[in-house]
């Protein structure tokens, strides 16, 4: 099994996410109406998902494989590299409390979108940096927060992120979902990943 490298700065991770009393049918209402779901691959899953969690305004997280050509791929078969899918969280948040722009934000922020079918030190396809859109809304907002960066030469290499409609997203093992809160991990230490301009020597 491969090793999942942790390359985010963590903060807070130990501290579970409360959930809010809601009235009996309160949450499936809730649920059909006011919540929308984007889905993000950006190396490990891990570490991703933990980063998302820490919003406001995010209902629920993920994590599975989705962006292959196997169905129900295990881990294992992702990991080998041959499945064609990445490694992704898939969020379900509230609109009205947190935007899609807002939570991009966090998605780039979050990895080194300029390294193809690499994070840190995890290398393989299932490791790339992609946006799975869910409507045409979410591919103009992604398109357009990419241009922004590649506008503002924010990085020294180009973007290699991927923009794609969503497909089927299969949920991981159970014993992914929440990994790093499970085992109540506090802090990691900090991985240099990206490779802005003006910043100093590249990074890998």
């Not at 691959?41 to 995010?58: H, L, P, Y």
């Not at 030190?121 to 960066?149: M, N, T, W």
Request: aromatic share 10%.
């Amino acid at each position: 099994m491969r090793f999942c490298g942790i390359f985010l700065v963590l903060g807070l991770l130990g501290v579970a996410v409360p959930e809010v009393a809601m009235p009996k049918g309160a949450q499936k209402k809730m649920d059909k109406t006011t919540t929308e779901k984007a889905t993000f691959a950006a190396g490990c899953f891990w570490g991703v998902e933990a980063a998302f969690r820490q919003v406001k305004g995010v209902v629920s997280t993920q994590v599975g494989y989705t962006g292959g050509r196997m169905a129900n791929p295990t881990y294992e078969d992702v990991c080998d590299d041959k499945t064609g899918h990445a490694e992704a969280v898939e969020v379900t948040y509230d609109p009205a409390r947190v935007s899609y722009d807002d939570l991009l934000k966090v998605f780039w922020e979050n990895h080194d979108p300029t390294t193809p079918n690499r994070q840190g030190p995890d290398v393989g396809e299932q490791y790339r940096s992609a946006i799975f859109y869910h409507s045409p809304s979410q591919e103009a907002a992604a398109h357009a927060s990419k241009a922004r960066l590649e506008a503002g030469r924010h990085y020294r290499r180009p973007i290699v992120t991927q923009i794609i409609k969503a497909v089927p997203f299969y949920r991981a093992e159970e014993y992914h979902q929440q990994y790093l809160e499970k085992r109540r991990v506090a802090q990691a230490p900090a991985i240099p990943i990206r490779a802005r301009a003006g910043s100093g020597d590249d990074v890998i």
